[in-house]
């Protein structure tokens, strides 16, 4: 007796694509998902990819289901069905806000003159002095940035590097729970 496998039929090989696929995405946006659930996104999408016309089987590849995750990506977030899941609030951290333009299409040149436009004067010296924070030696930065003359300054760029911190390690701490998750489910049950 032969045993055959269908190649386009076949839900173990469905699964090692979708699996794949899912994989790439989440390294493509690591730093974006982090911001959310990544189980409870990843759900959502599935939810919403099967209201989709599906792939045929010679267009289901890894290439093409993760552009379909993108597109149900970008078309759940615009309309505000992940905002649920959204762990770390606006504004999220700039690794993640680059990897949301580039979901978006936008170019590195095109966020940087968007940027340029909208960003005041007084923002562009918190972000200064959140930076020489962290890069110059106390000393340095005491004579750069007078306590006298930019008090209001430095006290916005401390709590714009806690924020980044707490966000950070919140959006690690959830993404790790949801991993435990994830592989507490997929044990076996022994009972």
């Known amino acids: 007796m032969k045993t055959t496998i269908d190649m386009k039929h076949d839900p173990v090989l469905n699964g090692i694509v979708a699996d794949r696929a899912a ?3 989440e390294q493509r946006f690591r ?8 189980g409870s996104v990843f759900s959502a999408i599935a939810s919403f990819l099967r209201l989709q016309e599906p792939l045929n089987e010679e267009n289901f590849t890894v290439p093409a289901v993760v552009e379909r ?8 977030l615009q309309r505000g069905a992940l905002n649920q899941f959204q762990r770390i609030p606006s504004p999220i951290p700039e690794l993640a806000q680059k990897e949301l333009d580039t979901l978006f299409g936008a ?7 968007e940027q340029s436009a909208l960003v005041s004067q007084h923002q562009v010296q918190v972000e200064q002095c959140a ?4 890069a110059l030696p106390t000393a340095d930065f005491k004579r750069k940035w007078p306590a006298r003359d930019h008090e209001s300054t430095i006290q916005e760029a401390w709590a714009l590097l ?6 950070t390690a919140n959006g690690y701490k959830t ?4 991993r435990e998750r994830e592989a507490n489910a997929a044990l076996p049950r022994t009972f």
């Open 69 to 76: 995750t993108e597109e149900a990506f970008r078309q759940l």
């Open 107 to 113: 170019t590195e040149e095109d966020v940087e003159d």
């Open 31 to 38: 730093n974006l998902l982090v911001c959310f659930d990544a």
């Open 162 to 167: 806690e924020n980044q911190d707490k966000s």
């Open 175 to 178: 993404q790790r729970e949801s």
């Open 23 to 25: 994989s790439f995405f």
């Open 131 to 134: 930076k020489d924070w962290r």
